[in-house]
């Protein structure tokens, strides 16, 4: 007979594990209270370098998890206590605390009504990440105002950049904003683009100083700046993660699936790169427009990358506030007669290592919307908390340097600044000519971003009545039919150009 007894202490003693905030916070409401690691892990009974740990994206368990869980909760309500009385030192007019008046609000710290679950009312106003000025409310963590109303970082909306290439989250998730990477740059909602701050010009500086030292030597000048494209590159990316809200592990540890095979080798990890030409065309004759996409890389920046060390799971889930690489078995694919594989061109059968890019791009498709294909399975995955924005700034720079080149003619800065994020992309793995990132799951990420790019825009031309014929790399689409009517023609990132015109077939 079943022991009843025993059953009832069995569920009394199990506990559900406490949720714990972000790796970001934790190292934040440390800082803020201006205590070490080492104060901090003495009173935990650990080490610092295991409160390192925390704080880098590791979980503790058992009863030090639930003892670090009271010193964050208790740290976030010191300083909400803190940042009220000073906001009512200030401002005599504002309510006073929670905890002046003995008591919270009924609604303190729970999910409005009918909001999203990562939406929190606050015991009290904290500034909003998009304005500055007191919000009573968070999203994701972050505090910021719900009504763009009350909100003073209004920005004009602009057509997204890519928006045939971009990943699920910039339309399925259009109504709740999305935390970007930096502190003092504003997190604006999705569609809007990120507004920096006036900042020293360190592209226009530093073409102006080669072409005075080779004496307007426009070729001289060109091949020095792009001798030093790596380096100041990295200069430039430090110089817009200043005042960055998250921290990045720049040589973090990598698990075996991310490391070359041999010297010469490669790792194995499968970057979904197109090599796909339509198997037959209608008879007659068929003139074809082959297009260049411009910035490719560039575009690419914008994608969800990990923050810190990838960390190890298993189970057919995922996770959209993390990022990194999955083993999957892909989704079989019915429509190579007139569309590419979304994994690329891959002959063999079975699980590989895929990109975030990748394995997003299969669940939009897989999704109602498109229903192109079964969702892929998940087997296991080692992934970071992670922000599709850490890049934003750096993109912007360069991006908004390009443009002014190509309105002025300059081919010099255009040069230079191709040279800088296509180097920083190549070289942010495991190369011995930049030293200063070492971050091989970025690189996969960025360049799997591009891939998928092209693809969502061989999906725009074929949903749009053209027929696409080939697509192959970042930047390479063929098609046949009126492409000016779907693609706006030109020079900038959002556009494209003409490669060639042929025709095939008889008349």
């Given amino acids: 007979m079943t022991d009843f007894g025993a059953i009832d202490a069995l569920l009394a003693g199990a506990r559900k594990e406490v949720p714990l905030p972000s790796a970001e916070e934790r190292r934040t409401l440390r800082d803020e209270l201006n205590l070490s690691r080492a104060q901090l892990a003495q009173a935990l009974g650990v080490s610092p370098s295991t409160v390192g740990g925390w704080e880098s994206g590791r979980d503790p368990s058992g009863e030090v998890r639930e003892k670090y869980a009271y010193f964050l909760e208790g740290a976030r309500t010191k300083l909400a206590a803190g940042a009220a009385e000073e906001a009512s030192a200030e401002d005599p007019s504002l309510p006073e605390s929670a905890d002046s008046q003995g008591d919270a609000p009924a609604d303190a710290g729970q999910t409005q009504d009918g909001g999203d679950d990562d939406v929190d009312v606050l015991a009290a106003p904290q500034p909003c990440v998009l304005c500055g000025e007191p919000a009573r409310h968070q999203v994701a963590g972050f505090p910021q105002h719900l009504d763009p109303a009350e909100c003073g970082s209004a920005a004009p909306v602009e057509a997204n950049e890519s928006a045939e290439g971009s990943e699920p989250a910039e339309k399925t998730e259009a109504a709740q904003p999305q935390p970007q990477s930096e502190r003092g740059v504003r997190v604006v909602p999705v569609g809007r683009r990120l507004q920096t701050a006036d900042s020293p010009d360190l592209i226009g500086t530093a073409v102006a100083s080669a072409l005075a030292e080779h004496s307007g030597d426009v070729e001289s000048a060109t091949d020095a700046l792009v001798k030093r494209a790596i380096p100041d590159a990295m200069a430039l990316l430090d110089h817009s993660r200043m005042g960055g809200r998250y921290d990045v592990v720049a040589h973090p540890w990598m698990p075996d699936v991310l490391r070359k095979q041999s010297s010469r080798g490669a790792d194995q990890i499968w970057e979904a790169r197109p090599k796909w030409s339509r198997s037959e065309l209608p008879a007659g004759k068929h003139e074809i427009t082959a297009l260049d996409v411009n910035g490719a890389y560039l575009s690419a920046l914008k994608t969800h990358l990990p923050l810190g060390q990838l960390e190890h799971s298993t189970g057919n889930h995922h996770d959209r506030r993390r990022a990194g690489i999955h083993l ?56 970071s908390g992670a922000t599709e924005g850490l890049l934003e700034k750096f993109r912007i720079a360069l991006k908004d340097a390009r443009d002014r080149a190509i309105a002025d003619n300059d081919d010099v800065t255009l040069e230079y600044v191709k040279a800088m994020y296509s180097k920083f992309v190549s070289t942010m793995g495991e190369s011995n000519y930049n030293r200063e990132l070492y971050r091989t799951d970025w690189m996969h990420l960025i360049r799997s971003q591009a891939f998928a790019n092209l693809w969502w825009k061989a999906h725009r031309a074929y949903d749009e009545g053209l027929m696409v014929v080939r697509a192959m790399g970042t930047d390479e689409l063929h098609v046949i039919g009126d492409w000016r009517a779907v693609f706006a023609e030109g020079r900038g990132v959002t556009e494209v150009k003409v490669k060639d015109v042929y025709t095939v077939g008889a008349g």
């Avoid at 079975?350 to 939009?364: A, D, F, H, I, K």
């Fill in 328 to 383: 999957i078995t892909p989704p079989d694919w019915e429509h190579d007669a007139y569309l590419p594989n979304p994994i690329g061109s891959r002959d063999e059968p079975g699980p590989l290592w895929v990109t975030e890019s990748t394995l997003r791009l299969l669940l939009r498709i897989s999704g109602p919307k498109y229903g192109l294909c079964d969702p892929p399975e998940i087997h296991e995955s080692w992934t």
